[in-house]
């Protein structure tokens, strides 16, 4: 059955960055297609909101930055369910959008929260064994990584997006023999808590709408079908790729 292909019953999912914007959307959708969800933020108020309305999610408060979390959250999935089927690395923070305001600190702050997180919780997904093949990683990586966009893009996030792109084709060629797939979504200019000063000025709105195909920015609710086809069996056979999901930015 065409249904069957994005189901996630079953299967147990961790995402990063789901006290708000695109990560609260994502844990809700593979609540919704059967996963069991441990959501992982630092605001556990948010995150408990968020499961208060499904009883398939499970909120963990994670500071991904710090390695002790990042292995709680692997463990406190494990212990639960004894499964880590899908892993959506999202948790992101912007940095300075000026290069030059921008100290090599601050830099690598970024980094390590963008890049050196999703890498190490993808090698704590491989250290764990797990019944079939059917595992996927999920790097949410951006249009950012792929083009300059500008004054609105950022040295230390654009770099991070940029390597996260780069690390998602590493590990899925080093970790196709073992039947995970790794694969990134690459949005565009959506509506989120990250990017509602973007929306909110008239100026910086028209420039997103004038420089996408489209015309408008991105919906949160428009990812879900990309999410869902890397995330579940339908994209069964596609791995280091790239999925972006910009309204045709990226194709000027």
Known sequence: MIDDLFSLRG??????????????????????????????????????????????????????????????????????????DVLINNAGVPGELRAQDESSQDFADVLAVNLVAPFHLAGLMMEREAPGTGRSIVNVASILGLVSTAPMGGASYSASKAGLVGLTRELAGQWGHAGVRVNAL???????????????????????????????????????????????????????????????????
């Open 11 to 84: 299967r147990t999912a961790v995402v990063t960055g789901a006290s708000s914007g695109l990560g609260a959307r994502f844990a809700t959708v593979l609540a919704a297609s059967g996963a069991t969800v441990f959501a992982a933020a630092r605001r556990i108020d948010r995150l408990a909101q968020l499961a208060a309305g499904d009883s398939r999610i499970h909120p963990v408060a994670c500071d991904v930055s710090r390695e002790e979390d990042r292995e709680r959250l692997v463990a406190t999935a494990m212990a639960d369910t004894g499964r880590f």
């Open 186 to 252: 690459a949005p565009g200019w959506f509506r989120s808590e990250m990017t509602e000063e973007l929306f909110s000025d008239p100026r910086s709105s028209r420039w997103v709408q004038k420089n996408t195909m489209l015309r408008r920015g991105g919906n949160p609710a428009e990812l879900d079908g990309a999410l869902l086809f890397l995330a579940s069996d339908a994209s069964s056979y596609c791995t280091g790729q790239v999925l972006v999901v910009d309204g045709g930015w990226t194709a000027r």
